[in-house]
Antibody, heavy 117, light 106 residues
Framework: EVQLVESGGGLVQPGGSLRLSCAAS????????IHWVRQAPGKGPVWVSR????????TYADSVKGRFTISRDNAKNTLYLQLNSLRAEDTAVYYC??????????WGQGTMVTVAS | DIQMTQSPSTLSASVGDRVTITCRAS??????LAWYQQKPGKAPKLLIY???SLESGVPSRFSGSGSGTEFTLTISSLQPDDFATYYC????????FGQGTKLEIK
C-alpha cells in the first residue's frame, strides 16, 4: 500500500524547535517531489514547503522562510521538516504529501504541532 | 503569490441535488487546478486534477471544468458520503488553496 506516515509533532513553547518526519512506504520517495502542507484548527490547508526528488532544490512559504528547513534521506525513504523559532501561529496539523503526475495524490495522516506556553 | 477564492463558503443541499462550487485564481494558472474533499480529522483527498481529470477511484458524479482563472467543481447527484468540505488548489506556481466550501445537509 502506498502510504506516508508523519511523526514528531507535539506541544512546544514559543521559540522552541521540533523535527517532523515523514516516512514513505509502498513507493520510492526518490522519484517524487514532496511537500509539507499545514492546517490550523478550523482553517483551510496552507502550503509550507517543498523539496525536489534529490533534495537539491527547496522552497518555502514566506511565513516560514528562515525558520523551517526541509530535507530528505532517500536511503531511508524519509522526509524531514525542522521547525525552529516556533510561534503560536505555527500551531497546526502538518501533512506531508506527494506531488505525483496528478497533483498532490498521496497524503499522510498528519501530525499536530501545538505552540503554547 | 497566487490567491485562490472559492464560493460559496457554505452550501446547503439535499441528497440527489446537483451542486456547483466555483474557484477563482488571482492570475492565470492554465489548467493546474485540483479539487480535494476533506472530512473532519482526515487528510484532504484528491478528486480532480488538471482542472477536469478524475482521479482513479473517484465516482463519476464528480466533475471539474475551467481554465485560466475560473474553475468549477460539480457533483451531479449528491450522495450522503459527499457532505464534507471541498478545497481547490493551484499547483502552477508552488501551491495555494482556496478557503474551502462546506457542503451541508439541508
Amino acid at each position: 500500500e502506498v502510504q506516508l506516515v508523519e511523526s514528531g509533532g507535539g506541544l512546544v513553547q514559543p521559540g522552541g524547535s521540533l523535527r517532523l518526519s515523514c516516512a514513505a512506504s509502498g513507493f520510492s520517495l526518490r522519484s517524487f517531489w514532496i511537500h509539507w502542507v499545514r492546517q490550523a484548527p478550523g482553517k483551510g490547508p496552507v502550503w509550507v514547503s517543498r523539496v525536489n526528488s534529490d533534495g537539491s532544490t527547496t522552497t518555502y512559504a514566506d511565513s516560514v522562510k528562515g525558520r523551517f528547513t526541509i530535507s530528505r534521506d532517500n536511503a531511508k525513504n524519509t522526509l524531514y521538516l525542522q521547525l525552529n523559532s516556533l510561534r503560536a501561529e505555527d500551531t497546526a496539523v502538518y501533512y506531508c504529501t506527494r506531488a505525483g503526475l496528478h497533483a498532490f495524490d498521496v497524503w499522510g495522516q498528519g501530525t499536530m504541532v501545538t505552540v503554547a506556553s | 503569490d497566487i490567491q485562490m477564492t472559492q464560493s460559496p463558503s457554505t452550501l446547503s443541499a439535499s441528497v440527489g441535488d446537483r451542486v456547483t462550487i466555483t474557484c477563482r485564481a488571482s492570475q492565470s494558472i492554465d489548467s493546474w487546478l485540483a479539487w480535494y474533499q476533506q472530512k473532519p480529522g482526515k487528510a484532504p483527498k484528491l478528486l480532480i486534477y488538471k482542472a477536469s481529470s478524475l482521479e482513479s477511484g473517484v465516482p463519476s458524479r464528480f466533475s471539474g471544468s475551467g481554465s485560466g482563472t475560473e474553475f468549477t467543481l460539480t457533483i451531479s447527484s449528491l450522495q450522503p458520503d459527499d457532505f464534507a468540505t471541498y478545497y481547490c488548489q493551484q499547483y502552477d506556481i508552488y501551491s495555494s488553496f482556496g478557503q474551502g466550501t462546506k457542503l451541508e445537509i439541508k
